[in-house]
């Protein structure tokens, strides 16, 4: 369930102008043959952890709780208008036409929502490490069963890093790698339990790169239906290879094209900032240029917060 996709086709040399792009590899197929494997970086059963289980496990309980909070999306609302002049006959009125009164009908709107996509995308690089990755896969896994709990909402989740390459050099045959770890339209939260466990963080950060990669993969957004993209990381993008040199300006420049490219598919973008007490602000300003209006900067832990964020982007009319 591998393939290349070919990304970075707007990027620019900064010397000769020409165009550079590269490769990102996209996993489609997240089981356990692949775990055992030793395939990809980012994947293994000798990188287990007991706290990343146990973050699973409290991120399923959360998610009961997430799930009642955010089950307001699928409920209608019927608002019924009398004494209008066509409709159907309100009974309580029919007495008022012996008086001149022909407005005696009523009319009943229902207000309610269309089926939704919604594609979680989590940074999986080096700098996710410890308690961010902890409260990031604690609050990705909540909103996976609050979505299980949700008729009509699918959801997709991927991780994003880079494949160490087999070159000499450290940067010698390295890609990005976009992994797809979950699917509602096909898993079971089965999944979820059993093979979330084996994913680490690793490499560094090829994010606008990684959203070219699987672009095709979201569900544009439609009148019968919404989209969502959500986000989860620690701010700079960087990644370099033997085709690309992803830093600086550059990276978020591309970064904040391709978040726009998301949007002018019709989907509504959400985006989490995870700091910690060492950098907390560090990339804050570098975060906001990338997703402007749609950056969260909460606790992502903390169902209220979350469930609040999500809500007024899921009610937007």
């Keep these: 369930g591998m393939s290349y996709k070919e990304v970075g086709k707007d990027l620019k040399d900064r010397y000769d102008g020409k165009s550079k792009k590269t490769k990102c590899i996209l996993v489609k197929n997240f089981n356990k043959a692949l775990v055992d494997s030793g395939t990809v970086s980012m994947v293994g059963s000798h990188y287990y952890r007991d706290e990343t289980e146990e973050a699973i ?3 399923l309980r959360l998610g009961t709780i997430l799930g009642r909070k955010l089950s307001v999306r699928t409920e209608s609302r019927d608002t019924k208008y009398t004494r ?12 008022e036409l012996g008086f001149g009164n022909s407005n005696v009908f009523s009319q009943t709107f229902v207000d309610s929502y269309p089926d939704a996509f919604l594609h979680i995308s989590v940074d999986a690089s080096g700098s996710m490490s410890g308690s961010k990755w902890y409260r990031t896969m604690k609050s990705v896994t909540a909103m996976v069963k609050a979505i299980d709990m949700i008729e009509g909402v699918d959801v997709v989740v991927s991780f994003r890093s880079t494949q160490e390459g087999s070159g000499r050099s450290r940067n010698s045959g390295s890609y990005p790698i976009m992994l ?15 093979l979330w466990k084996y994913l680490r963080v690793n490499g560094t950060t090829p994010e606008g790169l990684c959203y070219e990669a699987v672009m095709d993969e979201m569900v544009e957004g439609m009148e019968d239906r919404e989209s969502y993209f959500l986000n989860f990381s620690d701010g700079m993008p960087m990644f370099g290879n033997d085709d690309v040199d992803y830093h600086h300006s550059e990276a978020l420049d591309h970064t904040k094209k391709m978040v726009k490219e998301i949007r002018s598919r019709g989907i ?3 985006s989490y900032y995870i700091g910690d ?8 300003g570098d975060f906001k240029r990338m997703y402007g209006k749609d950056s969260q900067f909460i606790d992502v832990t903390s169902v209220t917060a979350v469930s609040r964020t999500m809500n007024k982007k899921f009610l937007e009319k």
């Design 180 to 194: 797809i770890a979950y699917d509602s339209r096909k898993d079971s939260l089965v999944k979820v339990k059993t």
């Design 268 to 270: 509504k973008v959400m």
């Design 57 to 59: 496990n409290e991120g």
């Design 277 to 284: 007490s060492y950098d907390s602000d560090r990339y804050m």
């Design 84 to 95: 209008k002049d066509t409709g159907r006959i309100d009974k309580r009125l029919i007495a």
